[in-house]
Nanobody, 120 residues
Framework: QVQLVGSGGGLVQAGESLRLSCAAS????????VRWYRQAPGKQREWIAT???????DYADSVKGRFTGSRDNAKNTMYLRMSSLKPEDTAIYYC??????????????WGQGTQVTVSS
């Protein structure tokens, strides 16, 4: 059984920073690509960042230069550092990971989402 648990959201003022975490647990052999998404009220879920198994990153234009994705493979934990936050960054943030388990099955897993609210 594999689980992803997201944490680190909260209420901040514009210009401040937050770090989101996404911890994977269970019968994990490897964590492949990790992606972060967000969903603002009344909007569709949007992709914002990818961190590959080798640590390469890619970002949506809306967050490029402000958000930084990373991972600690020894802890099976992924991070999203968010700086210079704007009110339009307000959303529920989700982590997503492609994980291979002890049965050598590779599946897509989602964290439960964590709320980020940025006040102006």
């Amino acid at each position: 059984q594999v689980q992803l648990v997201g944490s680190g959201g909260g209420l901040v003022q514009a210009g401040e920073s937050l770090r989101l975490s996404c911890a994977a647990s269970g019968s994990i052999v490897s964590i492949n690509a990790v992606r972060w998404y967000r969903q603002a009220p009344g909007k569709q879920r949007e992709w914002i960042a990818t961190i590959t198994s080798t640590g390469s990153t890619d970002y949506a234009d809306s967050v490029k230069g402000r958000f930084t994705g990373s991972r600690d493979n020894a802890k099976n934990t992924m991070y999203l550092r968010m700086s210079s936050l704007k009110p339009e960054d307000t959303a529920i943030y989700y982590c997503n990971a492609v994980i291979t388990d002890f049965n050598l099955l590779t599946r897509d897993y989602w964290g439960q989402g964590t709320q980020v609210t940025v006040s102006s």
